[in-house]
Structures are given as structure tokens and as C-alpha cells.
């Protein structure tokens, strides 16, 4: 369709052209609801964008924000080479750019003729030159050699060949002279210049006598497409498109509603044995501006692709029309209500000036609650973005193992748990503690920057309580023990830093409810210091150290922290490090989850809860929190679940557990992607 090109800047480009709905006469129809329930449902692979045209940054962030992988952008000749001889990249540039940026995948669209190139001789009636069709296909592939090695060194590798060119609008030759001008000398240009980039077509509209259009293409021109895209717009029965309506979604797609009517997509497609991809890459549904009726449709219209597309093993990419309704700032925009999201100013704009329709949600949450929709989608965790709306991105964000991990959704906090049990002798010996539930430190933080494996150093915790007292342990393996600090500098040296959010607010810097505490052995006295938070100081405090262990135990009363430590089940943000000082000054840290050492931020935290007095050894673990799969504790036994979470270093290790179900599901992914249907092309498609 791509009827008015949107920009970030300016005035937009006029392609006046909305989605048209004319079919044949509807003779005998069948059923809908009985020829939806034909359809066999299987899971097919897939991926969803959105139609961008030429996106500023504040549209990019609402495509982010969405959850989808792809845009389709308007790379058009007309615009990006003004002159022969001089081309403009300038203005797609940045756009592609800012997009690969975010993680998204760019598909170009080519098209439309420059008023400089020479027109096969006609008699015009419309002031629109794009729709001209060249004398001959000398220039075209001048531009898209030049084009193609252009944008792929942006990293952007599938192109289509033309926009529409069944609809005179955009393509005033016939479909003959569009296959033998673009199409065929177009593909062979890019394949010309680029080894591994896709050519998509012929992207024609789905109305009128589309099914003729569709036979010439695959007759004459099916060997220079590597991916089939088309466009539908045909609506839903849930929407009440009923049988003289046309055709509906699915009756354009796949099911001819009787033989007097046109063919479906997949009809032309298996006669001429069409066995590769099939790209949907205009779809939606304009909503008039304002009525929430109509914006329910098309909530539902998004939802009933979406669905579909999963069912069909052969569709595996949707690109939603579009990401933006027009601007307050076009009054003359003739195809508004398409956009999932509506400005509500004019330029310039940022992604909170939009209000996002039900569609938009629709979209987002469907992705999210269904991630084999994204099967081949860049990782969450390497994409670029902030796909859980945290705040955190990648390896930023807890969420996040490292770039190989597909979900950045954070996962249930590291737990460490608390017996209650009697009151431990505050003395330094840790002898009480054997039948308590212990965990490990295991990543270690280095002073200047990234992780390292420490042989030689070690640390463990443990926790109980009983009535309004937390009391902790600590063991640090150290084969040198120094600090002579001061008591506000005792994290500088051999040292315990141990940090909780009573709130449970786990923000990204410290607040009123936010506490860190020291404690350290300095000339053989134990010492601490409260570096953030309010409360008194009456904990009771014990250090030891004999050979190359140095050990820790600490009482906190409720005065100390504002937590009552009253009740089993209640739970206080927590995470501890241990600092290394070999003699040089501080090396580094070993730390249990990170928010303390390298920033003060207690959205890494694990937390400590209170148990009951019947708590095993090993309890503890990843807490799945409330209603959450029990199968999700990824906790060693005997290991607590200390998981190292490493903040994006890309190693979380822990030093116990049980390797069979990672390798399960590995071997389950592996058989899952080597059976998946990633055709590209006829099965017979000699390479052009």
C-alpha cells in the first residue's frame, strides 16, 4: 500500500492509495465459519514486523517497544537518486541505522521511477511520475547495483522489487512489463552484487483481478524471487465480514470461496509448485480516528493474523501496516487509522507523544506470551532492546545470561534462605551453622572491569532468625588477609560488604529503604560501618581469622534495618560480597548477585526469607515466587541455587547442580531448528 510516505521531518511525501476491497461478484459462498474450521492447525515458525516507511527515532522506539523484529522501510528510487549520476542515501541512512541499533531487521522496499529517467510513451492523466514505467530497465538496475551494495553495508539484505504493480497507481505498465523491466533484471542485479541478500516480490495488492497477476508473475518471473511477498487486507469474520462481503482473510489466503470467484494465494502458489517462504507484508485494519468500536476491530484483526500465521507453516512473516497513524501535523493524509499508535502533537515528537491503541497492546502482549511467534527473532538478550519494559536492556538487565539467552525476562530473584532456630553465639566460630542451608559467591569482579576465576578465593553465607533478629554468617578463603582501613574505607581491603532493600523496591540506586553495611577484621578487632541507611548501629559483630579462613557472624535486630524478621515468609532484598587485598590494594570482589561493587543498585539483589524451623539443608534456590512453575529453580542442590548472576558478563556459572535438563533442551532446540521448514524459493530455483 505504503500510500503516504511518513517521515521523521518534513512534509510527506503524497502516495494517495488506501487498501481496496473489490472482488467478483460473490456467487454460492460457503460457509466462513465452516471453512475456518478446515484449517489444520499446525505450529509453523515465524516472524512479525511493521511497515515504517522512513522512521525518525521516536517511531523506531514505539516499533521496539512493540516487540517485533522487522520493519519495512521505503527505499525509493525516485527519492534516493534525484539525479542521474547523484544519489541521496543520506535520508535512509540514519533511519537504518537507528534500527539495526534497536536490534531490528530491515527489509527495503525499491521502487518507483525518477522524473529524470525516460518513460515509455503514453498519454498520463495523473501528475504522479513514480507510477511511469521506464523505457527500458538500463537505469533501474544502475540503482539497484548501487543501492543494494549501499544498504548492505548497513547490514540490510532483503530488497523487494516494486511496490503494488498491479495497481496503475503505483505501476501504469501491465504486469507483463513489470516482470520483464523489474523484476527479473532487478533480481539478477542484486544477486549481482550481493552473494547472500533475498529478493522478495512482487508485492502486489490483494484486490481486483490479483489471482491474473499473480499467474503472470510466477509464469514468467517465479526463478527471480527467493521469497514471495503479497499483501492482504481482507478482514475477519469476528470483525462480521460475511459471505457478500468478499472475500475474508482466509479465503483470500488459502480457500477459494467458490469456483466462480478468484483464487486464493496459495491456489496460484501451488500451481506453479511454489514450495518456499510466503511473506504477508501489508496487513491491517483502518480504524476510523477516535472510535473505539472500530479500534476493537482492529485489536481483533491484529490477534486473528497473528494466530493464523502461527497455523501455517509456509506464512512466516507479517508485516503490519503501520506503526503510526498521520500526524496532526498532515491534514491532507487521505489513508489515516491504519497506525497502531496515534500522535497526539506535532513535531517534534518523542515515543511518549503517541497513544497506543488496543492494537499495539494486542501486539505486544501476543508477542510476549507467545515467543515462537519470534522462533528465528534476534535474542532478547542480543536484540538491542528493552523487551520486558524494565528499564534494562540486554545485558543490562537481570533477566539475562548472557547473549545466548532468548528471554529477557527476569526470572525469580536468587534466594537465600533463613531457619528459623535459635540464636546463634555471635563468637566467630560458625559451628552452629552446619544443618543451615549455605550458598556460594562465585563471580568474580575484578577491580578494572570483568570476571575471573579465583582458585585461591572463596566465599560462602548462610542465614537464620528468630523472633525480630536476622542473624548471618560469612566464610571467606583467602590465602592473605589485609586491611588497616579506616572504618569508612573498610570495602577498600579484605572485607565483607553486605547490601539489603527492605522496601523490596529493587530500584537502580539506593533509597530510604536501602541499607549497605562493612564489616571487616582490622588488627585482629571485628569492625563495621554502615555506608547507607538509616537505623542504629546495635548489631552484634564477631571476626575471626585462622590459617586462610576468615570467618564472619552478625545479629540484626529490627532497630538495625526497620525489617521486623516476625514472621515465616517475610523477605528483604539481600546480596553480599567479599573484597580481595592481597597486599596491592584492592583486586576485586567475589560477589553473590551484583548491585553493591560495581554500582549501588538494588534491582540486581537476590533475597533472604524466612523459613521455617523444619527447613531442609539445601532449600533455598531460585524462588519461583508466587503461582510460578516449581521446574524453574535452576538451583544445585546443597548449592541454595546460587546462580552468579553476572550482569551481562555472559559467564553465570554455579559450582553444583544437574547438567540433564540444560542438555535436554538443548538437544530439544537443535532437533526443533533442523526440522523447521526454511525454504527459500522453488525447490528447483536454479540460482540467477
Not at 523506531?60 to 542515501?89: H, K
Not at 540503482?143 to 504493480?165: S, Y
Not at 479465503?251 to 496460484?268: D, G, I, K, N, Y
Amino acid at each position: 500500500m505504503f500510500g503516504t510516505i511518513k517521515v521523521g521531518r518534513g512534509t510527506p511525501l503524497s502516495r494517495v492509495h488506501g487498501p481496496q476491497r473489490r472482488s467478483r461478484t460473490a456467487l454460492f459462498p460457503l460457509l466462513v465459519g465452516l471453512l475456518v474450521g478446515l484449517v489444520v492447525p499446525s505450529l509453523g515458525s515465524a516472524q512479525v514486523g511493521i511497515n515504517a516507511h522512513i522512521p525518525s527515532p521516536d517511531m523506531l522506539d514505539l516499533v521496539a517497544e512493540s516487540g517485533v523484529t522487522w520493519i519495512r522501510v521505503d527505499a525509493n528510487w525516485d527519492l534516493l537518486q534525484p539525479e542521474r549520476g547523484r544519489y541521496a542515501y543520506a535520508v535512509l541512512d540514519v533511519p537504518i541505522a537507528n534500527a539495526t541499533s534497536r536490534g531490528l531487521s530491515v527489509y527495503a522496499s525499491l521502487g518507483y521511477t525518477p522524473a529524470w529517467v525516460p518513460k515509455v510513451p503514453r498519454e498520463r492523466t495523473d501528475t504522479y511520475g513514480g507510477n511511469d514505467e521506464p523505457a527500458t530497465s538500463e537505469e533501474w538496475v544502475a540503482f539497484v547495483e548501487d543501492a543494494v551494495t549501499h544498504f548492505r553495508g548497513m547490514g540490510v539484505t532483503h530488497f523487494g522489487m516494486w511496490n503494488e504493480p498491479n495497481l496503475e497507481h503505483f505501476w501504469d505498465g501491465d504486469i507483463d512489463s513489470y516482470v520483464e523491466k523489474i523484476l527479473i533484471p532487478g533480481s539478477d542485479a542484486v544477486h549481482r552484487v550481493c552473494a547472500d541478500c533475498v529478493v522478495l516480490g512482487a508485492d502486489l495488492a490483494h484486490v481486483g483481478e490479483v489471482d491474473d497477476a499473480l499467474d503472470r508473475v510466477l509464469a514468467l518471473g517465479a526463478d527471480a524471487i527467493d521469497v514471495f511477498a503479497h499483501h492482504l487486507y481482507n478482514d475477519w469474520p469476528e470483525n462480521g465480514h460475511g459471505g457478500f462481503d468478499g472475500d475474508s482473510f482466509l479465503q483470500a489466503l488459502e480457500m477459494r470461496r467458490s469456483s466462480f470467484t478468484r483464487a486464493s494465494l496459495r491456489e496460484v502458489l501451488d500451481r506453479y509448485g511454489w514450495t518456499g517462504e510466503v511473506w504477508i507484508t501489508e496487513t491491517g485494519y483502518r480504524a476510523t480516528p477516535g472510535d473505539a468500536g472500530e479500534e476493537t476491530k482492529q485489536e481483533t484483526y491484529v490477534r486473528r493474523v497473528l494466530e493464523e500465521q502461527l497455523r501455517h507453516d509456509w506464512w512466516t512473516h507479517t508485516f503490519f501496516y503501520e506503526i503510526m497513524d498521520c500526524g496532526i501535523d498532515q491534514p491532507d493524509c487521505t489513508i489515516d487509522g491504519f497506525g497502531l499508535t496515534r500522535p497526539t502533537r506535532a513535531l517534534p515528537r518523542t515515543e511518549s507523544d503517541y497513544r497506543r491503541k488496543p492494537a499495539f497492546d494486542q501486539l505486544r502482549d501476543f508477542l510476549r506470551d507467545n515467543p515462537e511467534v519470534l522462533d528465528d527473532a534476534p535474542l532478547e538478550c542480543a536484540n538491542g532492546r528493552d523487551d520486558d519494559g524494565d528499564g534494562r536492556t540486554d545485558g543490562e538487565d537481570r533477566g539475562c545470561r548472557g547473549e545466548g539467552d532468548d528471554r529477557e525476562t527476569d526470572e525469580a530473584r536468587t534466594v537465600l534462605s533463613a531457619r528459623r532456630a535459635a540464636a546463634p553465639t555471635i563468637d566467630g566460630t560458625l559451628g552452629e551453622w552446619s544443618d543451615d542451608a549455605w550458598v556460594n559467591a562465585v563471580s568474580f569482579r575484578g577491580a578494572g572491569g570483568g570476571f575471573q576465576a579465583r582458585e585461591e578465593f572463596g566465599v560462602r553465607a548462610v542465614a537464620r532468625w528468630s523472633a525480630g533478629t536476622l542473624y548471618l554468617a560469612f566464610e571467606v578463603t583467602d590465602d592473605a588477609h589485609v586491611n588497616a582501613q579506616p572504618d569508612t574505607m573498610l570495602w577498600a581491603s579484605d572485607s565483607i560488604q553486605m547490601a539489603f532493600d527492605v522496601g523490596r523496591e529493587f530500584g537502580f540506586a539506593y533509597d530510604d529503604n536501602d541499607h549497605e553495611i562493612d564489616l571487616a577484621l582490622v588488627g585482629g578487632a571485628a569492625r563495621g560501618n554502615r555506608n547507607h541507611g538509616t537505623g542504629d548501629d546495635a548489631w552484634q559483630l564477631a571476626v575471626t581469622r585462622d590459617a586462610t579462613t576468615t570467618r564472619y557472624e552478625i545479629a540484626l535486630p529490627t532497630s538495625v534495618l526497620g525489617a521486623p524478621f516476625a514472621a515465616e515468609g517475610e523477605r528483604v532484598g539481600f546480596s553480599f560480597l567479599a573484597n580481595d587485598d592481597d597486599g596491592a590494594g584492592r583486586e576485586g570482589w567475589l560477589e553473590w548477585t551484583p548491585g553493591i561493587g560495581a554500582t549501588k543498585a538494588p534491582y540486581w539483589f537476590g533475597e533472604v526469607v524466612l523459613a521455617g524451623a523444619d527447613a531442609p539443608v539445601d532449600a533455598g534456590g531460585r524462588d519461583a515466587g508466587p503461582g510460578a512453575d516449581a521446574s524453574m529453580d535452576d538451583g544445585g542442590a546443597g548449592d541454595a541455587g546460587v546462580s552468579g548472576e553476572d550482569g551481562g558478563c555472559g559467564c553465570r556459572t554455579s559450582q553444583t547442580g544437574d547438567a540433564t535438563a540444560p542438555v535436554l533442551l538443548l538437544g530439544l532446540l537443535v532437533i526443533r531448528r533442523c526440522t523447521r521448514r526454511r525454504r527459500r524459493g522453488r525447490s528447483n530455483r536454479p540460482r540467477r
